[in-house]
């Protein structure tokens, strides 16, 4: 199965932009659709972005529809989640996940996690 590594978490001032990576091993990543969760301390975990295998589908959630941007270069073996117009309220623990099909990431069922990378975003 697919084994993801995040990178690209960090602190920034609210208004600032970041990209997030997440890097896939295994020979099949090209077949996985692509997703980013988020949870924040005390809150439930949020669906963010998703990207289809083929990289032609993506779907956002509303929190952060016309900020974020996901996107993939399954050359590389990566997702990625631009993050531009960052506020406070996009302080969490991010996530991606790897899945059959976008549906199975959208409903949080993915069939792969990453360990999540902080993202702090101060007023």
């Known amino acids: 199965q697919v084994q993801l590594v995040e990178s690209g978490g960090g602190l920034v001032q609210a208004g600032a932009s970041l990209r997030l990576s997440c890097a896939a091993s295994?020979?099949?990543?090209?077949?996985?659709?692509m997703g980013w969760f988020r949870q924040a301390p005390g809150k439930e975990r949020e669906f963010v972005a998703v990207?289809?295998?083929?990289?032609?589908?993506?779907s956002y959630g509303d929190s952060v529809k016309g900020r974020f941007t996901i996107s993939r270069d399954n050359a590389k073996n990566t997702v990625y989640l631009q993050m531009n117009s960052l506020n406070p309220e996009d302080t969490a623990v991010y996530y991606c996940a790897a899945g059959a099909t976008s549906a199975r990431i959208q409903r949080g069922t993915a069939d792969a996690w990453g360990q999540g990378t902080q993202v702090t975003v101060s007023s």
């Open positions: 295994g020979r099949t990543f090209s077949s996985y659709a």
């Open positions: 990207v289809s295998a083929g990289g032609g589908f993506t």
